[in-house]
């Protein structure tokens, strides 16, 4: 069974902050994938990672950096925190492979006051 | 144009009724078509895969592709209350490359 655990699942931030939100998976997955959600907007990519200290932007990559030291965890981080970055953040992993099921954690809602 | 369009609804069915929710995406070289299902203050978990067009069942569930349209279904039959959820359409290229999704449909089957 995969697992794809995500560090808080409610944060509460003030603006300015430095914040870090942490992916962690146990499937040995290359590929993991940052998104946020909002009412409206559906699902966007903000960073994914095809391998160990590699990371590629996805469609909303401003104001947040990632990082992968390891396989296994990837981390994202805001690095001054906007109110408007107050949004649910969700992390998959899949692996290589021709059949790309993406696995989800459960997500961390953000707010930034 | 979005390379994905879905209409967000919300969509509200009696249950027992038949569902049918779509997608439509600008990309012919989408070749991977999915559909995930997303319950409240949970990520989303994979209901449908298809590869290339055609038809796939899983018990309640069919999803059409018809790429010639580029055009994606998912059809629920006897619909039932624990469907109630946020469906969203998903749909990428061949080798690695992320996922597309479309914004999702929220769905409520009513008892």
């Known amino acids: 069974d995969v697992k794809v655990t995500q560090s808080s699942r409610y944060l509460v931030k003030r603006t300015g902050e430095k914040v870090f939100l942490e992916c962690v998976q146990d499937?040995?997955?290359?590929?993991m994938f940052w998104y946020r959600q909002d009412p409206g907007l559906g699902l966007r990519l903000i960073y994914f990672s095809y391998d160990v200290k590699m990371k590629e932007k996805g469609d909303i990559p401003e104001g947040y950096s990632v990082s992968r030291e390891k396989k296994e965890r990837f981390s994202l981080i805001l690095e001054s925190a906007s109110t408007n970055q107050t949004s649910m953040y969700l992390c998959?992993?899949?692996?290589?492979?021709?059949?790309?099921?993406?696995?989800f954690g459960p997500g961390t809602r953000l707010t930034v006051l | 144009q979005k390379e994905v369009e879905q209409d967000p609804g919300p969509l509200s069915v009696p249950e027992g009724a038949i569902v049918s929710l779509n997608c439509t995406y600008s990309n012919s070289a989408f070749q991977y078509f999915m559909w995930y299902r997303q319950y409240s203050r949970k990520g989303p978990e994979l209901l449908m895969y298809?590869?290339?067009?055609g038809n796939k069942e899983d018990g309640r569930f069919t999803a059409q592709v018809d790429k010639s349209s580029k055009y994606i279904s998912l059809f629920i039959r006897d619909s039932q209350p624990s469907d109630s959820a946020t469906y969203l359409c998903?749909?990428?290229?061949?080798?690695?490359?992320?996922?597309?999704f479309g914004k999702g449909t929220r769905l409520s089957v009513i008892a």
């Open positions: 998903a749909m990428k290229n061949s080798g690695n490359t992320p996922l597309v």
């Open positions: 998959a992993t899949e692996g290589q492979s021709s059949y790309n099921e993406q696995f």
């Open positions: 499937m040995d997955h290359e590929n």
């Open positions: 298809t590869y290339s067009s």
